[in-house]
C-alpha cells in the first residue's frame, strides 16, 4: 500500500509542469491527512502563556480585538478604517486611477460608433439580474444583483469603462452585487461613478461602506427626477412607478400621476416593519404612513444620440476629391467646391445619419405597481406607430407579473417590431461557464469528492434553433428577431445574449452561455502519461478505500462539509467568496460563512429542487466576520430560505443567525430602510459563544444537533472570530474564519478532529500576510500542528492563484486544499490519506 501512494505522489512531482499538475493539487486535496503524527508536544498551559505575550507584545490594533470597549458605532468605523493596507496596493490603485481619469479626459465628444446591450445575468434563480451596456469609450450598468461582479469578470466585460450603475427598484435582487462591485471598481482605480434609481438608492452605499471601503471612489447620486441624465451616447428619462400596500389601506393611486411627489415629505419609501407601523398608527400619523409605505420602482427610456453618418472614401473618389481639409468640411456636413467648380454635396459622399434608437428598461415588481405602469404617458407616446418605436424593452419584472393579462395587454401595445427580453426567475441560465468545465475536470480525477454539478441549463427549442452562430449580417440578425418574436413573443434571457445597437441593430446569440458536456469532456487531458497518472491515482485511491473500514451506517456518515466558496475577497471564475455547508446530521445544515453568490453555488450543486429542501433545513447561519467576502450572500439566503418554506407548505422557522455585532447592526439597518428581513432570522452574537458561555444557548444548539459550540477572538479585524463546533457524537470541527496565526484559535481547537484554516497566502508572502491580517500556508500547518488537529483543510486562497495555490511538496501532502465543490464527510477512513503515516 505504502509503496503504491509512494509511486502516485513521485508520479505527481514528475508531471509538476504537465497539465497534469492541475489535477495534482485537487486530488491531494481530497484527502484530509493525519497531522498529529508531526513533532509537537504543544500543552495547555504553554499556550496561555503565549497567549498572554502574544497581547502583551503586539501592536495597538491589535490590542483593540481583545480588550478596548467599543460602541456599537465605533464597531463599524474600525472594522474599515484601522485594516491596514499595503502600500504596493495604494501604489498600484493610483496608477491605475490615472489610466482612468487619462482615458475619461480624451473622451469623443461625439456618440460612439458602437454601442451593444449585453445580457449579464439572466436572473434565473441563483443568478444575478444585470444588464451591461457598452458604449465607446463608456459602459452602463442596469441593475447588479449578487454575482454580477463575478459574471462580468468571467466574460471579461470591461469594468474600468463603468460610468453608471442603474438601479430599478429597491430589492436584494437589484443590488445584492453592488457592494462587492463597488469594492473591486475601488481597487481597480475608478474615480467615481454615477449610482441613478429610486430615492434612497445611494443609503445602502453609504452604510455598506463600514464593510466595504470605497473610500478613494467617489460615488454620485442620480436620484430620479423629471430632468433626464444626458451625456454624449445618450439620453436616459426616469419614470416612476408606483406601488405599494393601497390595497389594504384603502388608498386609491388615481390622483397619483397629478400628485407632486416630488415634493412629499415621506419620500423615504422604506418598507416599514411591523413595529414602525403600529408606532405611526398610534401616532395618528396614518396620512404619512399611507405615503411612506409606497413603494417606488424606476424605469428608464434611453435614447441614443442621433450619429452623424461616415464618410465615404469610394464616392469621393469619384467626385476627384483630394486628400486634405475638403474631406473634413464634407464630414461636417458643409459641401464644398473642387478647383474644376464641381460642387460636391456633403449628403452625396456620406453614409446616412443614424437617427439614434429606443430602448426600455422596466421593472414592475408586483401587481400592486400595475395601474401606475398602465397609466404612465411615458411610455404612450411610443406605443402603436408613433415614429419612436423602442427597438427593444428589457422586463426586469417577474413571471407572476408578466403572465398577468393587464401587463400582456401593456406589451402588446408596443410595436410588433419591438423585442421584449425578461431577465427574471424563468430563466434558466446562470451564466458560469468556467466553474462547469473546471468541476468535469476534477471529477475525472474522484466523482465521490467532486460530483458533476447538477444544474444544466436547458435550452428551449425555440432558442436551440437560433443559438447556432450567426454570421454577423444584418439580414441574419433580423430574420432570427423576426422569428423569435412571431413565435415567442419575449425572449428569455441567457448571459451574453446582446442587443446590438449601433452600428447594425439586432438581437445577437452567438455568444449565449450554453453549456455542453461534451465540450467539458474535450478539456479533459487525454495524452498517454496523463491517462497513466489518472489512472494510477484511481487505483490507489479506490485501493485505499477498500482497506478502511468500509462506514455505511447513517450514524457515521454525519458531519458532512461541501466547500461553496474557498477564494478570498473577490469572487473569480472557479473560486467564490468563502462559505462552507456544514451538514451536523441529515437534514440539520448550518451555513459556515456566507459570501456573496452562495445561493448560486447552492443551486449550481444540488440543482433548483434540492436546493429548496436543503434550504428550509439549513437551520442556522455562522458568520465570522463583518467582511463584504463572508456575509453578503446572507440575505438573499434568508429571502430565498423563506420562499423554499412557502414552496414545500412547509410552517416557516427563522434561521438562526451567529454573527459578530456589526453585521447583526448591517442586517438591522437593511430592515429597517430597505426590505423587511427581521422575521427571518434569530440572532446571536457570536461573542456569547466566547468562554465557555455556550450554556447560555444550550437549547439553541441542542435543536441544531450540536452539543457545543465555542467561539475565539482571532487576530483579523475588530470582531473577528473563529468557532469550534462539536456535534453530538462529540466529532469537533474548528473554523478559523479569516485570522493571522492566532493563539486563541490554537487553545480553542486543542486536539479537535479537522481544522479548516485560512491559507490566503503561499509562505513567500508572510510581510504581505502580516500586514492584511492573513495567514501563510505554512503558518496554518503550524497551527495545526499546535493543536494537534487530526486533520487540516486549507481554504480562502487569494485569488491569484488562478487555480489551486502554490504549495511545497510537503505543505501538499499534509493538508487538504478545498475547492468550490468538493465534499466529503469528515470521518477519517472515508477521505483516504495519500499519506500513509
Ligand atoms: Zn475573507
Ligand atoms: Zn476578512
Known sequence: MAACLANVQRGFSALHHSCLTYFHRPLISSFVINSRGCACHTDRASISQSIFEEKRSSKQWEDSLFSRPRSPRDNFRTCTIDMPEDRSNKLHRGELRAKVLK???????????????????????????ALYMLAGNSSYLFNCGEGAQRLLCEHKMKLGKLEHILVTHLSWENYGGLPGLLLSLHEMGLPSLTLHGPPDVEKLIERAQSFVKINAMEVLKKEYSDVPYEDETLIISYVPIWGGKKEKDGFDDSDLETTNYCNLEGRKRRRLNTHNNAEMRGSGQEDALKIKERDMSVAYICRLKPRAGSLLLE?????????????????????????????????????????????????????????????????QSHMETSGLDPSVIFHFTPPEVMGNLKYQDWMSQFPKSTIHISLNRDSTCLGNREVYRNQFKLNSLDPVVFPLLKEFPSVNKNEAEILSPLNGSATSVSSKVLAISATDGVVQARTLTQFRLRPKMGLDFSSSIVISSEEALSEIPSNESDVNVRDRVHESVQAKRDSDTVITSESQDFPRIL???????????????????????????????CGEGTLGQLVRFFGLSKTWKILTHLNATYISHLHADHHIGL????????????????????????????????????????????????????ALLLNDNE???????????????????????PDAFGVSLTDLKGWTTVYSGDTRPCNNLVFLGMDCDLLIHEATMEDDMVEAAHIKAHSTVSQALDIAERMQSKHIILTHFSQRYCKIPILSQSAALRAGIAFDFMQGNCIPMDLPSVWDT
Open 103 to 129: 482615458r475619461r479626459a480624451e473622451k469623443s465628444l461625439y456618440p460612439p460608433a458602437e454601442i451593444s446591450l449585453h445580457i449579464i445575468g439572466s436572473g434565473a434563480f441563483g443568478a444575478p439580474r
Open 635 to 686: 440575505i438573499s439566503i434568508l429571502q430565498a430560505r423563506e420562499e423554499a418554506f412557502m414552496l414545500q407548505e412547509k410552517p416557516f422557522q427563522p434561521m438562526k443567525l451567529f454573527a459578530p455585532q456589526p453585521v447583526i447592526q448591517w442586517l438591522d439597518f437593511y430592515n429597517m430602510h430597505f426590505e423587511s428581513i427581521d422575521h427571518l432570522y434569530q440572532a446571536h452574537d457570536n
Open 695 to 717: 450554556t447560555m444557548l444550550k437549547n439553541v444548539l441542542e435543536s441544531l444537533g450540536l452539543r457545543r459550540m465555542q467561539t475565539c477572538r482571532v487576530s483579523h479585524c
Open 563 to 593: 466547500f461553496l466558496g474557498t477564494g478570498s475577497s473577490v469572487p473569480q471564475k472557479t473560486r467564490n467568496t468563502s462559505a462552507i455547508l456544514f451538514t451536523i446530521k441529515k437534514k440539520h445544515h448550518m451555513m459556515l460563512d
Open 315 to 379: 464616392k469621393c473618389l469619384d467626385y476627384k476629391v483630394p486628400t486634405g481639409p475638403l474631406l473634413g468640411c464634407l464630414k461636417r456636413g458643409e459641401d464644398v467646391t473642387l478647383e474644376n467648380g464641381t460642387v460636391v454635396h456633403s449628403q452625396d459622399v456620406m453614409s446616412p445619419q443614424d437617427p439614434g434608437s429606443l430602448f426600455f428598461v422596466v421593472d414592475c415588481p408586483t401587481e400592486a405597481f400595475l395601474k401606475s405602469l398602465m397609466k404612465s404617458g411615458h411610455f
